[in-house]
C-alpha cells in the first residue's frame, strides 16, 4: 500500500486513489496480489518461511502483520493452527475483503482481526503490544522512516521481526514494468475507444433489417476500419513481446464485449467496457506502488541495520533472496 508521506492536496488525492485501488483489488476476492504465480495461497520457499515462523510460534503469542491485504499470512497460521494458538491483527492501508474467514470455526475466527484504513506510519497500538511482528510485500509499500520506529514502539523487547519484501530485481517486479509498458501503450493506443464505437453496431446485429443496413451505412464501415487498424497495432506488438499476457487479455475481453451487445444490447456492454476501463487504471496505480517499493541490495540493507540497532547489541539477524523456480520472489528478513 501507499503511505501519506507529505500533506499536499494532490499527494493526498493520490492516496485517496490508491487506496480505493486496493480496496477494490481485495473487493475480487483474491487472497494475496501474486496470483498468477500461486494459484491458493503461497507456496514454495516463500509458504516454507511463513510455515517456519508460525511453527516456532506460542499458543499464547501475539501477531501484528503490517499490509495484511485479504490474509494469506493468517490463513497460513490458521492452517498450522486450527483450533487453538497464536493471535493475528492485520492492519492494512486499504479495506480488505476477506471471504475465506466465513469458512473457519468460531474459535479460529476469535484468532483473527482485520483493522482496514490503518498507516504503517500511524500504529493504532499501545507499545509492545505484539511478539511478532510480520509482513509479505506490505511494510516496503510505507515510507519506512516512520514504520520502522512504529513496529519497533508495538514490538515487544523480546519479540521477533520476520519480512518478505520486493526485491527490485525479482520475477514480480519485472513483469509489472512489463504490464506497465503495456498499459502505457494502451493509453496512447486508439483500441479501447474504437472498441465502444463498435458496440452499438455489435449491437444490431440480433435485428435481421438492421443487419442488412449496416453492410451500406458508411459510419459502420469507418468505425470497423478503425477498430481493425487498433487491433492490428496490439497484434503487431504481442509479437516478441516476453510477457503478453496484459495485451492479449484486453482482445479477450473486448471480444467478450461484443459478444455481449449482440446478446443484451449496447449498454449493458458499454457498461463492462467502461468498468474494464477503470479496472486496468487501478491495476496501473498498484503496479506503479510496487515497482516503486521494491527494493534493492542497498535499500534491504539499510533496513536490516535499523531493525538491528533499534533491538540493540544482542540482536541477531538474518537475511536472504527467496526464489521459487529458480527465479527471485523477494527479500526475506528476520530480526529477533
Not at 51 to 75: M, V, Y
Not at 105 to 128: D, M, Y
Not at 147 to 164: D, H, I
Request: proline content about 5%; overall charge negative.
Amino acid at each position: 500500500m501507499t503511505s501519506d508521506r507529505d500533506i499536499s492536496t494532490d499527494d493526498l488525492s493520490q492516496v485517496a486513489r490508491r487506496r480505493l485501488a486496493w480496496t477494490r483489488f481485495w473487493g475480487q476476492g483474491p487472497l494475496h496480489s501474486l496470483g498468477t504465480s500461486f494459484a491458493g495461497n503461497y507456496a514454495d520457499a516463500i509458504g516454507t518461511f511463513w510455515q517456519g515462523e508460525f511453527a516456532a510460534c506460542r499458543s499464547h503469542e501475539t501477531i501484528l502483520d503490517i499490509g495484511c491485504g485479504n490474509g494469506p499470512l493468517a490463513k497460513i497460521l490458521i492452517d498450522l493452527y486450527p483450533e487453538d494458538g497464536p493471535e493475528w491483527t492485520g492492519i492494512d492501508l486499504s479495506n480488505p475483503r476477506p471471504t475465506w474467514i466465513a469458512q473457519l470455526v468460531e474459535a479460529a475466527a476469535k484468532r483473527v482481526r482485520f483493522r482496514g484504513g490503518v498507516l504503517a506510519e500511524e500504529l493504532p497500538f499501545e507499545a509492545s503490544s505484539f511478539d511478532l511482528v510480520v509482513s509479505q510485500f506490505g511494510i516496503e509499500y510505507s515510507d519506512l522512516s516512520r514504520s520502522q520506529p512504529e513496529v519497533m514502539r508495538v514490538l515487544k523487547p523480546t519479540g521477533r521481526l520476520a519480512l518478505v519484501v520486493h526485491h527490485a530485481q525479482s520475477l514480480p517486479v519485472y513483469v509489472s514494468r512489463q504490464e506497465l509498458r503495456h498499459l502505457e501503450f494502451l493509453s496512447r493506443s486508439d483500441f479501447l475507444e474504437s472498441a465502444a464505437m463498435m458496440i452499438p453496431y455489435f449491437a444490431l446485429l440480433n435485428d435481421v433489417e438492421s443487419r442488412a443496413r449496416l453492410q451500406s451505412d458508411p459510419r459502420a464501415t469507418e468505425a470497423r476500419q478503425r477498430f481493425d487498424a487498433a487491433q492490428h497495432e496490439i497484434q503487431k506488438r504481442v509479437v516478441g513481446e516476453p510477457i503478453p499476457d496484459l495485451l492479449t487479455d484486453v482482445q479477450i475481453f473486448v471480444q467478450d464485449c461484443f459478444c455481449a451487445a449482440v446478446s443484451a444490447g449496447a449498454p449493458p456492454a458499454l457498461d463492462r467496457l467502461s468498468g474494464y476501463r477503470a479496472l486496468l487504471e487501478d491495476s496501473r496505480l498498484r503496479l506503479e506502488d510496487l515497482v516503486r517499493s521494491a527494493l534493492d541490495e542497498a535499500g534491504i540493507l539499510a533496513l536490516q541495520e535499523r531493525f538491528e540497532s533499534a533491538k540493540g547489541r544482542a540482536a541477531r539477524s538474518s537475511l536472504n533472496a527467496l526464489s521459487v523456480n529458480d527465479q527471485v520472489f523477494g527479500w526475506a528478513l528476520r530480526v529477533s
